[in-house]
């Protein structure tokens, strides 16, 4: 999965929730992106995504576990800890994209 593939299947833009003036979460129709210091660290995607493969899926890019800051936001988006988030890496419950920043 590409950076633009996973971006196209977000949907309509709804609206921006400005955490911090470095942190936002934007919302769209079928998912939120978490957005920190201008990059992309999460995808969450929602039931009604078009993409069966991505319904309730999360995809990290590579600034995931970027800073203290980013982790902090990160955690709180996820509801969980890192290890939490690593481990679901590891077993495939999350993608992890590269290029995806």
Do not use: H, P, W
Request: hydrophobic letters at 30%.
């Amino acid at each position: 999965m590409t950076k633009t593939y996973l971006l196209s299947q977000l949907g309509e833009f709804q609206e921006v929730g400005i955490i911090n003036q470095n942190n936002c979460k934007i919302f769209f129709e079928y998912g939120v992106v978490l957005q920190s210091y201008n990059k992309i660290i999460a995808i969450k995607y929602n039931s009604r995504v078009k993409d069966k493969n991505l319904k309730y899926k999360v995809v990290l890019g590579r600034y995931y576990k970027y800073s203290k800051t980013v982790s902090k936001y990160r955690n709180k988006f996820l509801e969980e800890t890192l290890k939490q988030t690593e481990n679901k890496l590891a077993n495939n419950t999350y993608i992890y994209i590269y290029e995806l920043q």
